[in-house]
T-cell receptor, first 117, second 111 residues
Framework: GAVVSQHPSWVICKSGTSVKIECRSL??????MFWYRQFPKQSLMLMAT?????????EQGVEKDKFLINHASLTLSTLTVTSAHPEDSSFYIC?????????????FGPGTRLTVL | QQQVKQSPQSLIVQKGGISIINCAYE??????FPWYQQFPGKGPALLIA?????SEKKEGRFTISFNKSAKQFSLHIMDSQPGDSATYFC??????????FGQGTRLTINP
């Protein structure tokens, strides 16, 4: 299967600081990358979709100025949580999509646990 | 119409038993149905997936049954083991659109 990595796996920061999370597709070029947020015992909530070289598309209710997404290459996307506050504490998961024949397969990273103090 | 409804919310099965999780959808444009397995503190891992042109797909102890006319699909885990205890998500997607997830099922396999 395809491998997607995330770094860091966990981060603790003070309120008001910014945190950057990296997502890499290690053995394939991703046509599209996605960022999700997951609260305890809940399903994944899509935050934004990004394509290499273009602006990310944010889901309704997600602040694009707070959650900055950069998709620099076909294998790297970054999510920056700006001026983080305790309510931003969550589990952030990226995923990468690759084309397999006529269908799109989507693979997920291991997630990043963000705790804002 | 974009929803995927998953049941049950939680499931307890004895070791060696069969675990069955069901999902239903409305959007007939969905053309790819993956199942993901997620352990606590980890990202979801693609477990098995099916296209609508087949009624069943088996990989080891995991089988997807697909009923196109009923717009339902299910995951069967044969000879369930304690290591299978995890949260399972069904999902559906149409072409290059967004993946639509079910609500998740917390599976516990009792030893």
């Amino acid at each position: 299967g395809a491998v997607v990595s995330q770094h860091p796996s966990w981060v603790i920061c003070k309120s008001g600081t910014s945190v950057k999370i990296e997502c890499r597709s290690l053995d394939f070029q991703a046509t599209t990358m996605f960022w999700y947020r997951q609260f305890p015992k809940q399903s994944l909530m899509l935050m934004a979709t990004s394509n290499e070289g273009s602006k990310a598309t944010y889901e309704q209710g997600v602040e694009k100025d707070k959650f900055l997404i950069n998709h620099a290459s076909l294998t790297l996307s970054t999510l920056t949580v700006t001026s983080a506050h305790p309510e931003d504490s969550s589990f952030y998961i990226c995923s990468a999509r690759r084309l397999a024949g006529n269908y799109n397969e989507q693979f997920f990273g291991p997630g990043t646990r963000l705790t804002v103090l | 119409q974009q929803q995927v409804k998953q049941s049950p919310q939680s499931l307890i099965v004895q070791k060696g038993g069969i675990s069955i999780i069901n999902c239903a959808y409305e959007n007939t444009a969905f053309d790819y149905f993956p199942w993901y397995q997620q352990f606590p503190g980890k990202g979801p891992a693609l477990l098995i997936a099916i296209r609508p042109d087949v009624s069943e797909k088996k990989e080891g102890r995991f089988t997807i049954s697909f009923n196109k006319s009923a717009k339902q699909f299910s995951l069967h885990i044969m000879d369930s083991q304690p290591g299978d205890s995890a949260t399972y998500f069904c999902a559906a997607i149409s072409g290059a659109q967004k993946l639509v997830f079910g609500q998740g099922t917390r599976l516990t396999i009792n030893p």
